[in-house]
Nanobody
Framework: QVQLVESGGGLVQAGGSLRLSCAAS????????MGWYRQAPGKQRELVAG???????NYADSVKGRFTISRDNARNTVYLQMNTLKPEDTAVFYC?????????WGQGTQVTVSS
């Protein structure tokens, strides 16, 4: 059974920071791209950041300079460091692992940024 277990969400004031973690079961995930999407109420799910197995990263324009994605392949874990959070960052954040056959998703973790 494939599992992605997320943690680190919560409530924070604008300007604050949070660090999300996503641990994937199974050693195969160390060779696949991982990352984070988010979905705000009434909006479509959008890509926040992705990272390849070799460490290449990409970010949504809205989070560049504020968010940093990283991964620990030995632990099959991807992280999202979020700084200078804004109320518009409020959303459910989902981690994913992209394999050639399918994309696996975490259950989601709520991030709420108060103004």
């Amino acid at each position: 059974q494939v599992q992605l277990v997320e943690s680190g969400g919560g409530l924070v004031q604008a300007g604050g920071s949070l660090r999300l973690s996503c641990a994937a079961s199974g050693s195969i995930f160390s060779i696949h791209p991982m990352g984070w999407y988010r979905q705000a109420p009434g909006k479509q799910r959008e890509l926040v950041a992705g990272i390849s197995s070799g460490g290449r990263t990409n970010y949504a324009d809205s989070v560049k300079g504020r968010f940093t994605i990283s991964r620990d392949n030995a632990r099959n874990t991807v992280y999202l460091q979020m700084n200078t959070l804004k109320p518009e960052d409020t959303a459910v954040f989902y981690c994913y692992v992209q394999t050639p056959m399918t994309t696996y998703w975490g259950q989601g973790t709520q991030v709420t940024v108060s103004s």
